[in-house]
Each structure stands twice: as structure tokens, then as C-alpha cells.
């Protein structure tokens, strides 16, 4: 099983600012006949199922603003919130599916400062 | 537009069997480009996938409930379903049914890209 681990659990950022999360996997994602990294991000805000934000770790979803970018490639990957709104307070998944079980990291709970 | 509701008991004895059902409307469950599946949350916990499923009937299904979990499709319906045997208050989460992308020229499976409201299941006696 390829296991996603998230850092930091928890972050509190001030509006405006900018907001890293982290996900790392313990093997490789990146699938070396087409160069593609096998990593999504989720937005789950309270009360509501997730959201698909990004997929080959950097594409976004149609629809999702900018200020969300993916980045890395292998096992190490980063969701950036450019500049926090309020209404981007949610928890955040990374997840595999390069292969199965298909896997979530824990999450990380994003607040406002 | 898409939309998935799912729909079954939010509340189960111990050691029966739970059942969800999975409405599909806005698409055909039919459609070559996607798997459709379970996907569940213990309240205030992480994201775990349980099974998928394609139209034409090909399973996958999470090694760690492989031995209680089913999973179907009725493309007359528009519908899929899960059945979990044996439940037990572990069982107790948000089932989430969800779409899958599939590339259907590569075989590889992707991510899940629509999510319906989800529903709670407890297990309780």
C-alpha cells in the first residue's frame, strides 16, 4: 500500500497570507511511461463531502481559482494557497492513485490567524 | 448537471448487514469514462475508499474489507450499491458515493471528481 502522510496536521494563516500543506508518499507516484504524478488534492470544507481541486498534482479542477497551485513530483508534494480567503477554511487531502487501495494523507485543517 | 444521493438506513445492529444505494442522475453510469464508488469517513476522521465498480460490472475492492464488502451496478436503474456484511461500530462513518475518472485508452483509474452529500451510518445496538 502506498501510504500518503500530510504535514502539518494543522495550520493557522492569516488572510492574505499564504498557506503550504504538505503530502508525501511512501513510494513513488510518478509513473515513468508518461511522466505523470498520480496525486489529487481535496477540499473538504465543514459539514460538506470533499472537493477535487487538483489532479496530476498540478492540474486544477475547472472552476477552482488560481490562488490554488500543486507542485512536486515522486514521493514529495505541496498544495499552495497563495493568498488565504475565508472562504478557503476547510481540511485539505492529498491522495494516490497510481494504485490501490487507493489512499488518503490524514488531512490538514486550515484556519484563519 | 450530476448528481449523486445516496440513500439507505442511518442506523445498523451490529453484526447485520448494511446496505447503500447510490442514485445517479445528470449521466449514465454506462459511460466507458468512469468507475463509481464508496468512499467513507468515521465521524471527525480521514478518507477511506471501499469500492469501485464499472458499468459493465468489473470490481475493485479495499484488501482491508474485501471479505465483507459488495458492490453492483444497475445501469437500467441508473444506481449502484454497496453491501456491508458482519457490520461492526468500526463501520460507523459517512459513505460518501463518489465517480471515479477512468482513462478508458490506458486502463488507468484516476481521481474522483464528483462526491455526493454522503450519508451516516451508524452501528449500534
Known amino acids: 500500500d502506498i501510504v500518503m502522510t500530510q504535514s502539518p496536521d494543522s495550520l493557522a494563516v492569516s488572510l492574505g497570507e499564504r498557506a503550504t500543506i504538505n503530502c508525501k508518499s511512501s513510494?513513488?507516484?510518478?509513473?515513468?511511461?508518461?511522466?505523470?504524478?498520480?496525486l489529487a488534492w481535496y477540499q473538504q470544507k465543514p459539514g460538506q463531502p470533499p472537493k477535487l481541486l487538483i489532479y496530476w498534482a498540478s492540474t486544477r479542477e475547472s472552476g477552482v481559482p488560481d490562488r490554488f497551485s500543486g507542485s512536486g513530483s515522486g514521493t514529495d508534494f505541496s498544495l499552495t494557497i497563495r493568498s488565504l480567503q475565508a472562504e478557503d477554511v476547510a481540511v485539505y487531502f492529498c491522495q494516490q492513485y497510481y494504485s490501490r487501495p487507493w489512499m488518503f494523507g490524514q488531512g490538514t485543517k486550515v484556519e484563519i490567524k | 448537471q450530476l448528481q449523486l444521493q445516496e440513500s439507505g438506513p442511518g442506523l445498523v445492529t451490529p453484526s447485520e448487514t448494511l446496505s447503500l444505494t447510490c442514485a445517479v442522475s445528470g449521466v449514465s453510469i454506462s459511460n466507458r469514462n468512469y468507475y463509481w464508488g464508496w468512499i467513507r469517513q468515521p465521524p471527525g476522521k480521514g478518507l477511506e475508499w471501499v469500492a469501485t465498480v464499472y458499468y459493465a460490472g468489473h470490481t475493485h475492492y479495499n484488501p482491508s474489507l474485501q471479505s465483507r464488502v459488495t458492490i453492483s451496478a444497475d445501469t437500467s436503474e441508473n444506481h449502484f450499491s454497496l453491501t456491508l456484511t458482519s457490520v461492526t461500530a468500526a463501520d460507523t462513518a459517512v459513505y460518501y458515493c463518489?465517480?471515479?475518472?477512468?482513462?478508458?485508452?490506458?486502463?488507468?483509474?484516476?481521481?474522483?471528481?464528483?462526491w455526493g452529500q454522503g450519508t451516516l451510518v451508524t452501528v449500534s445496538s
Open positions: 513510494q513513488t507516484v510518478l509513473y515513468s511511461s508518461n511522466n505523470k504524478n498520480y
Open positions: 463518489v465517480r471515479q475518472h477512468y482513462d478508458i485508452f490506458t486502463g488507468q483509474y484516476n481521481w474522483f471528481d464528483s
